[in-house]
Structures are given as structure tokens and as C-alpha cells.
């Protein structure tokens, strides 16, 4: 460490940081994103900068700058440290940190750069889980054509009377997943909320006759920030585990897709973990292809 930088690492008390701590925060994320490339932190992990009773929150900071921050929250840990900062140990000592905070952290390091390794390398830990963020042009290849079975109905969002079978087939289809699993009726209203949501971009596909929910294909329209362009997301697809094997999953990530590719976009993308080889073969088909990974790191038990 250089001997004219010294930093601390402290905990921000009484919840949410001050508004000029996250301002801070914020231009930090900003500068890290456009020198990597890739956002330090998930979507999730920037709005709890700012709000969630449950999360815990770690700033490293010299004199009276924020140059790094690291967020807790349901096991899993996201950290950034503003470029001018870095090389300085200020990483290695947030990720130290919050891995002692509660026993089977992980920390994520949103495309597994070169730094986040090194990192990695300096306190033993070993990646424990991998998601592929794919991508693949909006326009081309061409889409095959959406061919919904005669026994389903097709349709986009049509309000709250919706979201009970929402959150019922969520919550079903990713009982194993530590992020998008046990939703509540908060998780949906705060995506509702958010400035690109929109209903007609999320599809439903019911029984034919029934107000049973079969599957959903939520998707996202990221706006243009900077120099990088609107791009489209294939945010969530999900499938009752009661109705696999009807090619629901096929029939929703088209009409998605379609829909995407209408919103004249240059790009889609998802997230796919890194060992689900079926669906990583079905997007793969579909003209997507690997753009970066995210990792998660572990302590070695």
C-alpha cells in the first residue's frame, strides 16, 4: 500500500447511508462502469445501496472520500472500489470484511475481471457458482415464428388480478435459487414500479379456459446510458415445474423476443447459469451466444 493512502473500512449506521454518502456511492458505481466496461454491482444490489431494512452495508473510506463500498444481503456480497483507489488493498479488505459477516458469504464479481480475480487469489477463495450473461443482435438471425399450442392461451399482463399466479409460478419455478426464489407480492409491485415496466412486455401463457398460470416470460427494456445504446433483456422466464415439458419455455422466449426485436433494439441479452447446459443449448440455438461471466466466490470450507 502506498504510504500516502490510508483508508478505513466502517459500517453505515441507522440503515441508509447520508444523502451525500450515496451520492458518492453512486459515482463511484458510474466510474467503475464505464472504466470496466461491466456494472460492479446487479441491479438489486444498487437499489439497496439506498433501501432494505435486511442489508448490510460496509464503506471504505480515506479521510472524508468513499472510495469503496460492499453490499450483504441474503448471503450474497457485491463490491466496488472507485478505479482511482484500486491497487491499494481497499478490495481485498470489503470482500475480507463482508465475508465475515455472516458463515457461506459469496461475493460476486460481475464479469470475473482481471482485479476481482486477483482479489480472489489474495484470500483463497474459489468460484462457487458462474452465470452467463449471452447476447445475441435483436434482428438477426431471424426469430422462428411464436406457435402457441391449442391447449394454451397467450397473453400479456393485465394488472394486479395477475399477480397472485405470478408470484405463485415464480416462486415455484425457482424454489432453489437464492435470488429470484421467494418472492412476495413486494418484489413484483417494486418492478412495477420501475420506469421500464411495461405491461406489454410481459407474457403469460395459461390453460386454455383456466385462469391457471403455466409460465411467464418477463422481459426489460434497459435505457440508453452514456455511449451504450437501449439494450433488451430476457429478465425472467419461468415455467410451473407441474407444466415442464409442454415447450412452454420455447413458445414465451420467442414471443419475447419478437416483442424485443419490435422495440427496434440492437441487442438482447440474458442470464443463464453456467451449469444449466439445456437451457444455455436452447438460447444457444436461438443465436445467443456467450458475452461475459459472473462468478461468485466462496471462503473454501
Not at 194 to 201: H, K, L, N, T
Request: charged share 25%.
Amino acid at each position: 500500500m502506498s504510504s500516502d493512502f490510508a483508508y478505513g473500512v466502517h459500517s453505515i449506521d441507522d440503515g441508509a447511508p447520508s444523502s451525500r454518502v450515496s451520492q458518492e456511492i453512486h459515482r463511484i458505481l458510474s466510474r467503475a462502469t464505464e472504466v470496466d466496461g461491466t456494472a460492479p454491482l446487479s441491479e438489486q444490489a444498487v437499489k439497496a445501496v439506498d433501501d432494505g431494512d435486511e442489508v448490510v452495508r460496509l464503506v471504505a473510506t480515506e479521510g472524508d472520500r468513499v472510495v469503496g463500498y460492499v453490499g450483504i444481503a441474503d448471503g450474497m456480497a457485491e463490491a466496488v472500489v472507485d478505479p482511482p483507489s484500486r491497487g491499494r488493498g481497499v478490495g481485498s479488505e470489503l470482500v475480507s470484511r463482508a465475508l465475515d459477516v455472516a458463515s457461506g458469504t459469496r461475493v460476486w464479481a460481475h464479469g470475473n475481471l482481471p482485479a476481482a480475480q486477483a482479489v480472489a487469489a489474495r484470500l483463497g477463495l474459489t468460484v462457487v457458482r458462474e452465470l452467463l450473461q449471452m447476447r445475441r443482435a435483436a434482428a438477426h438471425p431471424d426469430l422462428p415464428d411464436v406457435v402457441v399450442p391449442e391447449s394454451i392461451t397467450l397473453r400479456t399482463y393485465r394488472g394486479h388480478q395477475d399477480d397472485a399466479e405470478l408470484l405463485r409460478v415464480n416462486n415455484a419455478a425457482f424454489s432453489w435459487h437464492p435470488e429470484q426464489g421467494g418472492w412476495t407480492d413486494r418484489d413484483i409491485a417494486s418492478r412495477r414500479d420501475e420506469s421500464w415496466f411495461d405491461p406489454a412486455g410481459l407474457f403469460l401463457a395459461f390453460e386454455e379456459g383456466s385462469d391457471r398460470l403455466l409460465g411467464f416470460h418477463w422481459t426489460k427494456v434497459h435505457p440508453a446510458e452514456g455511449v451504450e445504446p437501449a439494450i433488451g433483456e430476457v429478465y425472467v422466464v419461468g415455467i410451473d415445474p407441474q407444466s415442464q415439458g409442454r415447450g412452454l419455455g420455447r413458445v414465451l422466449t420467442l414471443a419475447g423476443l419478437h416483442y424485443l426485436r419490435n422495440r427496434e433494439l440492437g441487442q438482447i441479452m440474458l442470464y443463464v447459469e453456467a451449469d444449466n447446459t439445456a437451457a444455455v443449448h436452447t438460447y444457444t440455438k436461438l443465436g445467443f451466444e456467450n458475452f461475459h461471466v459472473d462468478a461468485a466466490y466462496a471462503r473454501n470450507v
